[in-house]
């Protein structure tokens, strides 16, 4: 579904069967889809509602993530910021959609609203310069987490810790870079029910995107349709005194400017 004016449509008919339904499959040609997406009027679809949008990217091949990447997080947990980026991963199965609910798991679960950057073509060793071009768009994206297995023991278990189901939604779509007037300066926030927990700003990452995306190339083959969660700012639940964190009930609204919102229900 292409969103333009307030209306969707539908990319595999308006496409003439050029583009199918399957929305991981645009990313195998995401310069072309983009180049025909322009070709398409604002406002020429159908009205819609935003609360029936899906997950905009369901199948990532891998799923980046970035730790302690603002340096008021950094304070707030006690952790020393990294000279390199902090990188850890998300399972793919964590994936959501931006309105699905996020089930609570035994523990200390908690919040992290990120910028999540998709990538839209494949490639190794991207230069710093040249990074923007491998990016499909931004989208929103909260990086759930339960603390108690993530922290405990000698050997943390970042990953498997985030990566319970729905810990990971995004949307509430894919917003291309020239769509936004300074791509890397984007207000972002967390509100959890009537309280805004997180204010900062997407100029204050210590790795900005395109030296994260030229970091993990140097390693890994980015490919298209894959995430990267940037890392979050101050004001997770963690960094309370005491600690705070999710109960059900609770309901997570993270917003990043230009890029839209997305509103998850704690069960």
Not at 65 to 82: Q, T
Not at 159 to 171: D, Q, V, W, Y
Request: with cysteine; glycine share 10%.
């Amino acid at each position: 579904m292409l969103i333009a004016a307030d209306t969707a449509v539908d990319v595999a008919e308006a496409s003439g069967g050029r583009f199918g339904s399957d929305p991981m499959a645009l990313f195998e040609d995401w310069a072309g889809f983009t180049s025909w997406a322009d070709t398409i009027e604002p406002g020429s679809g159908s009205t819609y509602e935003r609360s029936s949008l899906t997950c905009p990217v369901p199948a990532p091949g891998q799923i980046f993530a970035i730790g302690i990447n603002y340096g008021d997080h950094g304070s707030e947990v006690a952790m020393e910021v990294p000279d390199d980026p902090m990188v850890f991963t998300k399972f793919p199965s964590a994936v959501a959609g931006p309105f699905d609910d996020i089930p609570l798991v035994p523990g200390n679960c908690d919040w992290e609203v990120e910028l999540v950057v998709v990538i839209g073509r494949t490639a190794r060793d991207i230069d710093l310069d040249d990074a923007a071009a491998h990016i499909a768009g931004f989208a929103v994206g909260q990086d759930l987490s339960e603390r108690t297995c993530q922290l405990a023991g000698a050997y943390p278990q970042f990953s498997l810790a985030k990566s319970h189901a729905n810990f990971a939604p995004i949307g509430p779509e894919i917003v291309t870079l020239d769509e936004l007037d300074d791509p890397w300066d984007l207000e972002i926030r967390c509100d959890r029910n009537d309280t805004t927990e997180q204010l900062s700003r997407t100029s204050m990452l210590i790795h900005d995107v395109p030296s994260i995306i030229t970091y993990l190339s140097s390693t890994c083959e980015l490919r298209a349709g894959d995430l990267i969660f940037t890392g979050t700012p101050s004001g997770v639940g963690l960094g309370r005194v005491p600690p705070d964190y999710l109960v059900p009930g609770d309901v997570l609204t993270s917003t990043i400017e230009g890029v839209g919102a997305i509103v998850n229900r704690c069960i």
